[in-house]
């Protein structure tokens, strides 16, 4: 028997897209970057409320049923905003601050879209340190480095914001759209600690 202790969850699940998403997205503004465009709206969420009731309805099921945090902890979308990459497209390595909790919610894709990787980082342990490394033959937990997901339409990951991920180059001919979003806590935490503070 192996106990894989302190392990970093991500979350999955398939909600699907609401009818009418893309033509709400349409009529967005975009700002354009080397690799990627974004929406100049942050709260996109805000005018999707069929996608955003779903988010909300498994980050809280997620949180308060499988990690067990105290529903006296309310869960909140901070930001949320669009991200499209044509063809070549990718996303750099990055985490997110300023949240306890990121997600990607894919709304068009496909199998040459691209993944998304996860990475440790050099400052997560796992069973071996980055100074020792040995060779490996498969994927185990416990000596993995990097994990990656293929996600389809209606892919709806949630993550740590502290882990370290980034976007596959997107070799289709169609372009990748999907909605990014934070998460912070509010209310009165840690009274079970002796350090309460309300958020």
Not at 34 to 56: A, D, G, M
Not at 98 to 111: E, L
Not at 130 to 159: C, N, W
Not at 163 to 168: K, P
Request: hydrophobic fraction near 35%; proline fraction near 6%.
């Amino acid at each position: 028997m192996m106990h894989e202790l302190f392990p970093t969850p991500v979350f999955e699940e398939n909600i699907g897209v609401p009818e009418g998403t893309l033509s709400i997205l349409d009529t967005m503004e975009w700002d354009r970057f080397e690799t990627k465009s974004i929406t100049k709206e942050k709260n996109i969420l805000n005018f999707l409320p069929s996608v955003y009731n779903r988010i909300q309805k498994q980050i809280e099921d997620w949180c308060y049923n499988t990690l067990l945090i105290k529903t006296t902890n309310e869960l909140e979308i901070v930001r949320s905003w669009a991200a499209s990459h044509k063809t070549g497209d990718s996303c750099d390595w990055h985490s997110h601050t300023n949240a306890v909790m990121s997600g990607v919610y894919y709304i068009m894709c496909n199998p040459d879209s691209g993944r998304l990787f996860f990475n440790k980082g050099a400052h997560y342990q796992n069973c071996f340190v980055p100074t020792l490394e040995p060779d490996t033959v498969g994927f185990v937990p416990a000596t993995a480095k990097q994990f990656s997901i293929l996600p389809e339409p209606g892919t709806l990951l949630m993550f740590p914001s502290q882990l370290v991920h980034r976007a596959e180059r997107n070799q289709s001919t169609n372009w990748r759209l999907c909605i990014a979003y934070d998460v912070f806590i509010r209310g009165r935490i840690g009274t079970d600690h002796g350090n309460e503070v309300t958020l």
